[in-house]
């Protein structure tokens, strides 16, 4: 079965502490893993994928086949990275659909 | 920088009554998707669409769902007769390759009384 799993609905941090979003995945093929961020009365937004390899808004995240995980990671966080952050798997016959978590909402504390 | 953009933002409805939802995707793009959120659940898949015709759908979307793409720039989902359980946040999104980046528009709030 293809999913992904946040376990986490609600993560509330300090400024300045660092952050560990969870995503867990359940994928038969060669997985392609994304992280999507929805800010307040914004738009869904990719925020990185796991083949570009980049850091972005000092975001990284690291793909790890043997613990099907794809977990989200910032050292410090700022006061402007709290949002709804979607874990998302590429999926469908012809990488057609994507597949969302449920969503983990950060909350950072000043 | 384009974007996609949904109207309406929000649309109410009785229930049994037809609704259409319309997309502009980026203008460049081939690929369209429409994708659903209940209040409190999770973004949900529910169509893709690429070259006039339906690449995959989800079980959600049943026969009371349809989409088109009336001219060059529109893209619409039509549910036939609404349900209250239709009631969610619709997003569309349009990328330029099967493995290309899904950008999303702001959302249809479809409220079914």
């Known amino acids: 079965a293809q999913r992904v799993t946040q376990p986490e609905k609600l993560l509330s941090v300090f400024k300045g502490a660092p952050v560990e979003l969870k995503c867990n995945y359940s994928y038969s093929g060669s997985p392609e893993l994304f992280w999507y961020v929805q800010y307040s009365r914004q738009r869904l937004q990719l925020l990185l994928r796991?083949?570009s390899r980049e850091s972005i808004k000092g975001f990284t995240a690291d793909l790890n086949k043997g613990e099907t995980s794809f977990h989200l990671k910032k050292p410090f966080a700022q006061e402007e990275d709290s949002a709804m952050y979607y874990c998302a798997l590429l999926a469908g016959s012809s990488a057609s659909k994507i597949i969302f978590g449920s969503g983990t909402r950060l909350s950072i504390r000043p | 920088e384009p974007e996609v953009t949904q109207t309406p933002s929000h649309q109410v409805t009785q229930m049994g009554q037809e609704v259409i939802l319309r997309c502009v995707p980026i203008s460049n793009h081939l690929y369209f998707y429409w994708y659903r959120q209940i209040l409190g659940q999770k973004v949900e898949f529910l169509v893709s669409f690429y070259n006039n015709e339906i690449s995959e759908k989800s079980e959600i979307f049943d026969d009371q769902f349809s989409v088109e793409r009336p001219d060059g720039s529109n893209f619409t989902l039509k549910i036939r007769s609404t349900k209250l359980e239709d009631s969610a946040m619709y997003f569309c999104a349009s990328s330029d390759g099967g493995y290309g980046e899904q950008f999303f528009g702001p959302g249809t709030r479809l409220t079914v009384l």
């Open positions: 796991h083949i």
